[in-house]
């Protein structure tokens, strides 16, 4: 009896073992990044994952800067895997035309990280965006309330919370749309929070001044903004019957 | 392990020294390489097929790489992963490890045989930890551990001397952070 439970827990101690890797390096997959940019002009990156993984990989993501020494934290992007073996993510148009961007794509295990090629785009293409909604310039419609907007507004600040227009309008009105970082061409989404989740998001106020006090309304999240800038940083706003916390719908166009 | 020697040394025993080459396995296997080790301690003879040994052990283990890639989460509203490195200035293992053989099969003066012990340990690492808005620091970590040893040998008795050649798998309990897994393979002498 006492000899077979010893012989059993050689066994078992032996059973147990799992060969080590020869190299650091092979407890990590091998991943290859290729892009593609898409007829509408949205960027695609694909990553394939190559290798016996040693460890499940726990998170799968992409990152680009615009310097070659991009971190796995510059402008991350957190992604769920298509398959066992690839993972994808297509950006939208947010890229600055004549900038060059640096994409990495990344995989994380109990052990460490591992990191694919970096592809370097340059000029990503911006093809205008097309709203659902077609009106003349400075055009505004709060509510049941039909004015303008003051012409070409600028950027009224720039701060760590991003880049904030603020846009007159007759009335008394005032649009406040306030962007992650500057806007390009691009689709992007309404938030209701002011802290930021990059970087498709924007927050859009509208205030209204009665002479004796403001009121300030909201517009409600995940609605789209249309965004179509010229290479010259001019360009044009445009949303169409967003609904706010008052229950008024927004449609505006101006140029900045 | 002097105490420990010499607390035997009284015993109707013999004197064992084996050098051995360590090799970690689990996550602490990523990091160590290959390294060296040595045990010594008392080992009775085989009566009726078994025999006690008391061994200690110590060894120096070498990290695979000067730099380790890794990587700090930040939890707030979103998760955000930054990326770092690790260097491991100092790993060092140290065990206490009483087990028993039984010979399996003995053909004039060699014999094979196997055996178990329950280690007791303790590793002691040194690592500095870079991580930009995570962590930058040295840190120091002590971890003790209870574990289970097989292992199993050919011996071969000459004059009032015993060669061996040994291999044996280390299994730990507990989490990772803690434990030592490794295989050895060793070759010792018993007089």
């Not at chain 1, 907007?149 to 846009?167: R, V």
């Not at chain 1, 509208?206 to 940083?233: A, M, R």
């Not at chain 2, 105490?3 to 160590?32: C, E, H, N, R």
């Not at chain 2, 003790?144 to 309990?173: Q, V």
């Amino acid at each position: 009896m006492k000899k077979t439970l010893l012989y059993f827990l050689i066994l078992f101690t032996f059973f147990s073992c799992k060969k080590n890797k020869s190299k650091y390096e092979d407890y990590f997959p091998e991943l290859t990044m290729t892009s593609v940019i898409l007829p509408d002009g949205h960027l695609q990156l694909n990553c394939s994952i190559k290798g016996e993984e040693y460890w499940p990989l726990t998170h799968y993501g992409f990152s680009y800067n615009d310097s070659s020494d991009v971190q796995i934290n510059d402008n991350q992007v957190i992604v769920n895997p298509t398959s066992e073996k690839a993972f994808t993510h297509i950006f939208p148009k947010n890229f600055h035309p004549n900038k060059a961007y640096f994409f990495k794509a990344w995989v994380t295990n109990e052990a460490g990280y591992a990191e694919s090629n970096i592809i370097e785009i340059n000029h990503v293409m911006t093809t205008d965006v097309t709203p659902p909604c077609s009106n003349a310039n400075n055009y505004f419609q709060y509510g049941s309330y039909t004015g303008s907007t003051a012409n070409s507004p600028a950027f009224s600040s720039t701060n760590s919370d991003g880049i904030k227009f603020e846009i007159s309008c007759t009335n008394s009105y005032k649009i406040i749309i306030q962007f992650t970082e500057t806007p390009s061409t691009g689709i992007y989404d309404t938030n209701e929070e002011t802290s930021f989740i990059f970087p498709y998001n924007c927050v859009i106020w509208v205030s209204s001044y009665n002479g004796l006090n403001y009121h300030t309304d909201k517009v409600n999240s995940n609605q789209l903004v249309f965004v179509n800038k010229n290479i010259d940083g001019t360009g044009t706003i445009e949303l169409c019957g967003l609904t706010t916390f008052d229950n008024k719908t927004l449609t505006t166009k101006f140029s900045f | 392990l002097l105490v420990f020697t010499s607390t035997f040394s009284s015993l109707y025993s013999q004197f064992t020294i084996q050098p051995f080459v360590a090799s970690p396995t689990g996550v602490k296997g990523v990091y160590l390489n290959k390294s060296p080790g040595i045990r010594f301690g008392r080992a009775y003879s085989f009566e009726n097929r078994w025999r006690i040994r008391f061994l200690g052990s110590l060894s120096y283990f070498i990290p695979r790489k000067r730099v380790f890639k890794v990587y700090g989460v930040e939890e707030s509203n979103t998760t955000t992963f930054y990326q770092g490195t690790k260097s491991i200035k100092l790993f060092l293992n140290i065990e206490f490890s009483p087990g028993l053989d039984i010979k399996i099969i003995e053909k004039g003066l060699f014999s094979w045989y196997a055996g178990f012990d329950v280690p007791i340990g303790a590793n002691t690492s040194v690592n500095e930890v870079n991580i930009p808005h995570i962590q930058s620091s040295r840190e120091s970590i002590l971890a003790i551990y209870i574990g289970f040893r097989g292992r199993t040998g050919i011996e071969y008795e000459f004059d009032a001397y015993t060669l061996f050649l040994e291999i044996d798998r280390t299994y730990s309990m507990g989490s990772e952070t803690f434990t030592m897994n490794y295989n050895t393979l060793g070759i010792g002498i018993t007089f």
